[in-house]
T-cell receptor, first 114, second 118 residues
Framework: AQSVTQLGSHVSVSEGALVLLRCNYS??????LFWYVQYPNQGLQLLLK??????LVKGINGFEAEFKKSETSFHLTKPSAHMSDAAEYFC????????????FGSGTKLNVKP | DTGVSQDPRHKITKRGQNVTFRCDPI?????LYWYRQTLGQGPEFLTY????????KSRLLSDRFSAERPKGSFSTLEIQRTEQGDSAMYLC????????????????FGEGSWLTVV
């Protein structure tokens, strides 16, 4: 069975500081991996995805994530936080054998302090 | 290219009433999904359609829930005899099967329909 663990339900950073949001997955076969962002009262917007090509994936709004098979991780980073990055971020996996089903982590709320 | 649209965005209903949500996917997308999201949790898969065929249903989808996609375009999700535990955001998403970049399925979400059962 697939599962996704996001360490830290709340992360707070200062504007301009590094953003690091953690995601670990459990799967015997590396799945497809995604990061989505959700602003209050809105749906989810795709930030980036890993699909077995380059392990370092660049997404929108300056975010990137690195797939590390040995660590079963797909952490999301951004070098310099902006106030507009405050939102909730979800990591998701999609198994290769059934990529119609996405499994989401419980989310990390990012707070950006001025 | 319009995104996935959902209607209504918010619904407050009394326990025991029936509610129906509508989803219009991205026009060329052949797959349509329903997810449920409760406060403080990530979305949970409910069901998905390929064209008009409902191919998979989660155990979360009790007998009071029914979803349809009669013409392979828009979809409806009906909840009968609503209970307070049904209060959640119901998210619709769509995707195009067999996208040519070989990157697997990327699903695009609508803005969700909030249900409050009082």
């Amino acid at each position: 069975a697939q599962s996704v663990t996001q360490l830290g339900s709340h992360v707070s950073v200062s504007e301009g500081a590094l953003v690091l949001l953690r995601c670990n997955y459990s799967s015997s076969v590396p799945p497809y991996l995604f990061w989505y962002v959700q602003y209050p009262n809105q749906g989810l917007q795709l930030l980036l995805k890993y699909t077995s090509a380059a392990t370092l994936v660049k997404g929108i709004n300056g975010f990137e994530a690195e797939f590390k098979k040995s660590e079963t991780s797909f952490h999301l980073t951004k070098p310099s936080a902006h106030m507009s990055d405050a939102a909730e971020y979800f990591c998701a996996v999609s198994p290769l054998y059934n990529f119609n089903k996405f499994y989401f982590g419980s989310g990390t709320k990012l707070n950006v302090k001025p | 290219d319009t995104g996935v649209s959902q209607d209504p965005r918010h619904k407050i209903t009394k326990r025991g009433q029936n509610v129906t949500f509508r989803c219009d996917p991205i026009s060329e997308h052949n797959r349509l999904y329903w997810y449920r999201q409760t406060l403080g949790q990530g979305p949970e898969f409910l069901t998905y359609f390929q064209n008009e065929a409902q191919l998979e249903k989660s155990r979360l989808l009790s007998d009071r829930f029914s979803a349809e996609r009669p013409k392979g375009s828009f979809s409806t999700l009906e909840i009968q005899r609503t209970e307070q535990g049904d209060s959640a955001m119901y998210l619709c998403a769509s995707s195009l099967a067999g996208d040519r970049d070989g990157s697997g399925n990327t699903i695009y979400f609508g803005e969700g329909s909030w249900l409050t059962v009082v």
